[in-house]
């Protein structure tokens, strides 16, 4: 799935005015594997955005199943430009392992991340492809090559500036949001949810805290198009409003509940009562498991 929006031509642009358009991935079954503690469920919808202009395309993020990464590509050439960056936010392999499969249709492109970012894929490969292999079996791609470090803080698309913003957290770090001002548009990686329940079982409380002033760091650009890391395929990404609200709405709500609850199923209860209309109740089940986990096994 797709969508597209097409940017209000500032005096300075190009005649062509650059463009967002979100691809969707599937919402697959996990876990591939049972496996213990991990509950069964579906992990919540990705995103990869294509920031195009007249002759140029840049991709960020750049998904992890195989048969999405095939359309995605498929989407790219179907543009008729030429792809000249992938741009990954942070160390997520759901994020990044598109990127061996999308070199061998485009070898001229380049692929890069932060330099932080690059050490923590180096750091956690080996876990992760484990737990991603758990998780989907057959349908993911095999761990791969890694970006290159990206030299400053900003890339182009037809002369529009894409600009990197590093931030201190979202459901992991290290992690980074990119803001598009030719269009008023923030790609916030996974700091900003939208209809989705957040990841919060790969942070610690401390870290929670910290996660909101990332979404502070994205309130105050005033972005009229936000496009979250995992939302609805259907999701609106013109609800500004709602998911900056939401997601930090639910941040603090989770921190307020989860010193008191009996166990997960209770934290479980008390969120998903307060969020009735979030999707992929999975990923509240496994924050919960592992957040209740730490929680008592520190007492």
């Known amino acids: 799935m797709t969508t597209d929006t097409t940017s209000t031509v500032p005096t300075h642009a190009p005649a062509v005015p650059i463009r967002a358009t979100v691809f969707v991935s599937r919402w697959p079954n996990v876990p591939a594997v049972e496996f213990p503690g991990i509950p069964d469920g579906t992990f919540s919808p990705t995103t990869a955005i294509l920031i195009s202009g007249e002759t140029e395309v840049v991709l960020i993020d750049a998904l992890y199943l195989k048969d999405d990464v095939q359309d995605l590509g498929d989407l790219i050439e179907r543009t008729g430009k030429k792809l000249t960056t992938i741009y990954i936010t942070h160390d997520h392999q759901d994020h990044y392992l598109g990127i061996g499969p999308l070199k061998e249709r485009f070898p001229d492109v380049k692929c890069v991340a932060l330099p932080h970012v690059i050490e923590s894929m180096k750091e956690t490969m080996d876990m992760q492809t484990m737990q991603w292999n758990l998780l989907f079996g057959d349908a993911v791609i095999p761990a791969g090559p890694l970006p290159e470090p990206l030299d400053g803080h ?18 992991v770090h290290p992690t980074t949001i990119v803001h598009i001002p030719d269009i008023d548009t923030v790609i916030a990686g996974d700091s900003i949810y939208n209809e989705i329940y ?68 209770d934290l479980i209860a008390t969120m998903s009562a307060k969020y009735p209309n979030h999707a992929n109740l999975w990923t509240l089940q496994f924050s919960a498991i592992n957040a209740i986990a730490a929680r008592d096994g520190a007492q």
């Open 198 to 265: 957040p990841m919060l079982g790969l942070s610690t409380p401390a870290e929670w805290q910290d996660w909101l002033d990332t979404i502070d760091i994205v309130e105050k650009l005033q972005p009229k198009m936000i496009v979250c890391g995992h939302r609805r395929p259907d999701g609106d990404d013109y609800a500004v409003d709602t998911m900056i609200a939401q997601t930090r709405s639910y941040i603090q709500d989770f921190i307020a509940a989860f010193p008191a609850a009996k166990d997960a199923d």
């Open 154 to 171: 900003t890339l182009y698309v037809d002369g529009s500036p894409l600009n990197i913003i590093e931030v201190k957290q979202a459901d």
